[in-house]
C-alpha cells in the first residue's frame, strides 16, 4: 500500500513559478511509475509528467515539456515537480499518482496512462493569473 500527500500548491502571475512535492509512505519502489496529473473541471485529466522508477527515464505531457521538470528524492521518498514559464491554461488541480504494485506502465507516446496508476494523491490546486 502507497500512500501521496501532494504540497505546494497557490497561486502565481502568469509567467512565474511553482515546485510541487509528493512525499511517499510505503513502498513506492513496487511501483514502476510515479508521476503527475493535471484536471480541470469537465475535461479528463491529463499526463503532466513523472518516472519510470526503474532506470529513471522521464516522460512529460506535450503541453509541458521544456517548461516543466520532475525531479525525486529517493531516500525522502520525494517526487517533485517544477513549473516555470507558467501560463493561465495551466491552472488546475495536480495529482501524484504511483503505479500499481509491480504493475505495467505504458512506454510509449505520452507515457504511462491513467489505468497504470494504482494510487492516487488527493490533488493540490494550481492557479495561474495573467
Known amino acids: 500500500e502507497v500512500q501521496l500527500v501532494e504540497s505546494g500548491g497557490g497561486s502565481v502571475q502568469a509567467g512565474g513559478s511553482l515546485r510541487l512535492s509528493c512525499t511517499a509512505s510505503g513502498d513506492i519502489d513496487r511501483s514502476n511509475c510515479w508521476g503527475w496529473f493535471r484536471q480541470v473541471p469537465g475535461k479528463e485529466r491529463e499526463v503532466v509528467g513523472g518516472?519510470?522508477?526503474?532506470?529513471?527515464?522521464?516522460y512529460y505531457g506535450d503541453s509541458v515539456k521544456d517548461r516543466f521538470t520532475v525531479s525525486r528524492d529517493n531516500d525522502k521518498k520525494i517526487l517533485y515537480l517544477q513549473m516555470n514559464n507558467m501560463a493561465p491554461e495551466d491552472s488546475a488541480m495536480y495529482y501524484c499518482?504511483?503505479?500499481?504494485?509491480?504493475?505495467?506502465?505504458?512506454?510509449?507516446?505520452?507515457?504511462?496512462?491513467?489505468?497504470?496508476?494504482?494510487?492516487w494523491g488527493q490533488g493540490t490546486q494550481v492557479t495561474v493569473s495573467s
Open positions: 518516472f519510470y522508477t526503474t532506470g529513471g527515464a522521464t
Open positions: 499518482a504511483a503505479g500499481r504494485d509491480r504493475g505495467y506502465c505504458y512506454a510509449g507516446m505520452g507515457g504511462p496512462q491513467i489505468r497504470d496508476f494504482g494510487y
